[in-house]
């Protein structure tokens, strides 16, 4: 009888591990000719996409909109963009290599410090400005940090619901089984994408509508591989290390709805902060995704004219 179930066990795994063997990220989405974006090769001649949105008059600064691993659609994320940018600032977006316009395998780069080399290189090449303000939304205020160490020039940061503490959150925990298939995975196949970074939005306590319309968005990744998940989770783990080396003004937002980030961890990053100019704003009721950005944007706005500009 236990051989039996031992066996039922070991078919029903090996079913789940062959199940996820065929999965695919969406192929490299291709711009339209009338495109305003670039595509700007990197050292190793991958493409990356760049986006700006201008002012109408002569900027003041830059606020560059950094992205994670699963990428970023600049064009539904226009609102956000406009809260940032204002009518005095350029706003620049990249899309990180293997997401949206841009070359690479999707669902895993290797090695991971290529994420942050062509981030350093197209911010310190950037020169339209002198002012330069780097902005991250969870998971990317990682990849903010460990820029923020290396870069040339900066002059502000801005962070909204940093992923220093994860919440236990149902649809974004993996099961039992899926424990046992990632530890297969880990050990024989780590650079094959099957981790759905998304989780299952119907089941995520306070999901936005966001959850559900970013899992079928062309433009971004769902599927990672063990080993980008891995070192993505390693350089989360850095973020109050990093904040200790960064002394450059802060802004840091935090919606009090979160569902999967602990503001706990907003209050060691502000702990370690190298730097005593820094800003705390906690907007009631606002979830994870981009509705709290746009709550904060009168003091997104003021932070910049009176921290930055002035």
């Known amino acids: 009888m236990r051989n039996g179930v031992y066996r039922f066990m070991f078919s029903l795994l090996m079913a789940s591990v062959l199940s996820c063997a065929g999965m695919n990220n969406p192929t490299r989405a291709v711009p339209a ?36 691993i699963t990428g970023i659609n600049h064009i539904a994320e226009n ?6 940018g204002g009518e005095h600032h350029r706003v620049v977006v990249f899309h990180p290599r293997g997401t949206g316009y841009s070359g690479g395998k999707r669902g895993d780069v290797d090695p991971f410090e290529l994420f942050i080399s062509d981030l350093i290189e197209l911010v310190d090449k950037d020169s339209e400005t002198n002012r330069k303000i780097l902005f991250g939304h969870s998971m990317s205020a990682a990849w903010v940090l460990r820029a923020a160490t290396s870069l040339q020039k900066i002059d ?21 089984l899926e424990y046992i298939k990632y530890g297969f995975y880990y050990v024989f196949a780590q650079h094959t994408p099957i981790v759905n970074m998304g989780g299952d939005p119907q089941k995520i306590e306070n999901a936005d509508e966001e959850a559900e319309l970013r899992q079928n968005d062309p433009f971004l990744v769902p599927f990672f591989s063990l080993s980008l998940m891995s070192d993505a989770r390693d350089l989360m783990d ?19 709805s979160d569902g999967l980030i602990e503001e706990s961890g907003c209050e060691l990053l502000l702990e370690n902060w190298a730097s005593s100019d820094k800003t705390y704003v906690r907007v009631p009721q606002g979830p994870h995704g981009k509705q709290t950005v746009l709550l904060a944007t009168p003091s997104i706005q003021k932070w910049l004219a009176e921290k930055i500009v002035d």
């Open 156 to 176: 502000g940061i801005i962070l909204v619901n940093p992923p220093v503490v994860s919440k236990a959150s149902e649809g974004m925990s993996p099961s039992f």
């Open 79 to 84: 609102d956000v963009l406009e809260a940032l």
């Open 33 to 68: 000719a009338d495109d305003p974006g670039q595509l700007l090769p990197m050292a190793d001649g991958t493409e990356i996409y760049k986006y700006v949105r201008s002012p109408a008059g002569e900027p003041d600064a830059t606020v560059y909109v950094i992205a994670g």
């Open 238 to 256: 850095e973020m109050p290390a990093n904040a200790k080396k960064i002394k450059i003004p802060l802004l840091l937002i935090y919606g009090t």
